[in-house]
């Protein structure tokens, strides 16, 4: 399919048809194209777990208050946050970006690029991410205040504001991968209503991370797609400045 007949088959589908299978090494491969997406300084700060067991699949129903589209999916991807793991992939990242530098940059630019490095991931991403009760947000605010009297800086930098970003970066995640099952003829649907302590404790998740999206998977029957699509209209989204 086009870009275009993907974006269009793409619908939240409530009810699926329970005796079309999916194909589990197709939707992995779907979360797979998921890791593609874009993340805030490349930090890749969450994780996908694939639902197929039956049995988890019904605790999952539950903690998706029994929405008819949690009933009747035959699959389920679960998006996490993972923000506690800001300091091992900083590292990874880093480690990665020197390595191409050495093999792609000039010689006499590769020390300053892997200093350039060095600096953001070594100092400015503990800085940015690091958590302590909220108090070392509000000392960055503070500061990025401050600075912004003289010039311009990033003002979002609260630890809120940081879960925020690592949310943003997941939703990403969740939209390429809704878009690559799209394009295997199957179908999801976002779910925002769940219990996530119920969602963790069926999964075994730990309790510090954060539950983005539960997407339902399967193909839609009948009825599963609740009449045609409606938009406001687009002059309400557009403005060119």
């Given at each position: 399919?086009?870009?275009?007949?993907?974006?269009?088959?793409?619908?939240?589908?409530?009810?699926?048809?329970?005796?079309?299978e999916?194909?589990?090494?197709?939707?992995?491969e779907?979360?797979?194209?998921?890791?593609?997406?874009?993340?805030?300084?490349?930090?890749?700060?969450?994780?996908?777990?694939?639902?197929?067991?039956?049995?988890?699949?019904?605790?999952?129903?539950?903690?998706?208050?029994?929405?008819?589209?949690?009933?009747?999916?035959?699959?389920?991807?679960?998006?996490?946050?993972?923000?506690?793991?800001w300091?091992?992939?900083?590292?990874?990242?880093?480690?990665?970006?020197?390595?191409e530098?050495?093999?792609?940059?000039?010689?006499?630019?590769?020390?300053?690029?892997?200093?350039?490095?060095?600096?953001?991931?070594?100092?400015?991403?503990?800085?940015?991410y690091?958590?302590?009760?909220?108090?070392?947000?509000?000392?960055r605010?503070?500061?990025?205040?401050?600075?912004?009297?003289?010039?311009?800086?990033?003002?979002?930098?609260?630890?809120?504001?940081?879960?925020?970003?690592?949310?943003?970066?997941?939703?990403?995640?969740?939209?390429?991968?809704?878009?690559?099952?799209?394009?295997?003829?199957?179908?999801?649907?976002?779910?925002?209503?769940?219990?996530?302590?119920?969602?963790?404790?069926?999964?075994?998740?730990?309790?510090?991370?954060?539950?983005?999206?539960?997407?339902?998977?399967?193909?839609?029957?009948?009825?599963?797609?609740?009449?045609?699509?409606?938009?406001?209209?687009?002059?309400?989204?557009?403005?060119?400045?």
């Amino acid at each position: 399919m086009t870009l275009e007949q993907i974006l269009e088959h793409r619908r939240a589908v409530r009810k699926y048809d329970k005796d079309k299978e999916l194909d589990t090494e197709k939707v992995k491969e779907c979360i797979r194209l998921a890791t593609l997406a874009p993340t805030s300084s490349n930090m890749q700060l969450w994780e996908a777990y694939h639902v197929t067991d039956p049995d988890k699949l019904r605790l999952m129903a539950e903690a998706c208050l029994g929405q008819g589209s949690a009933r009747s999916c035959k699959q389920m991807v679960v998006f996490v946050t993972r923000q506690d793991k800001w300091k091992a992939h900083a590292k990874a990242v880093l480690e990665a970006n020197i390595a191409e530098i050495q093999r792609n940059s000039p010689e006499d630019r590769k020390a300053h690029r892997i200093d350039l490095q060095k600096k953001y991931y070594a100092k400015l991403m503990p800085l940015s991410y690091k958590r302590c009760f909220g108090l070392l947000g509000l000392v960055r605010k503070i500061v990025a205040q401050t600075v912004g009297l003289f010039r311009a800086i990033p003002r979002q930098v609260t630890e809120a504001d940081m879960r925020t970003v690592v949310h943003k970066s997941c939703a990403l995640a969740v939209q390429t991968f809704m878009l690559s099952m799209s394009e295997q003829g199957y179908d999801t649907c976002p779910l925002e209503g769940f219990d996530s302590l119920r969602v963790k404790r069926a999964l075994g998740l730990p309790q510090d991370c954060g539950i983005n999206m539960v997407i339902t998977c399967g193909v839609r029957t009948e009825g599963g797609v609740r009449g045609e699509r409606y938009r406001l209209p687009f002059d309400e989204f557009y403005h060119q400045v």
